[in-house]
């Protein structure tokens, strides 16, 4: 049973910065792709990035030089650095895991809301 748990949303100020991370649990996390997506109010989940299993990373861009997306194996982690935070980051920031085979699985999700 595979599990991902995102952590880290909260409410910041434009130009400040967040952490977000997401733990899996019950799978072979080095061989996965893990991904950050996002889902704005009213508007379609969208890709922020993607990093593989040996550290290749994708980044749309609306985040690039301003996101950064990290992976710590040892602890089954993937992480989200965010800075210079934009009112249009504002969403529910979900995890995605896929693993070899195509199997594919989704954390539940952690707001970050950027406001004055």
């Known amino acids: 049973q595979v599990q991902l748990v995102e952590s880290g949303g909260g409410l910041v100020q434009p130009g400040g910065s967040l952490r977000l991370s997401c733990a899996a649990s019950g799978t072979i996390f080095r061989f996965s792709v893990m991904g950050w997506y996002r889902q704005a109010p009213g508007k379609e989940r969208e890709l922020v990035t993607v990093i593989t299993g040996g550290g290749s990373t994708n980044y749309a861009d609306s985040v690039k030089d301003r996101f950064t997306i990290s992976r710590d194996n040892a602890k089954n982690t993937v992480y989200l650095q965010m800075n210079s935070l934009k009112f249009e980051d504002t969403a529910v920031y979900y995890c995605?895991?896929?693993?070899?085979?195509?199997?594919?699985?989704w954390g539940k999700g952690t707001l970050v809301t950027v406001s004055t």
């Open positions: 995605n895991m896929v693993l070899p085979g195509a199997r594919e699985y």
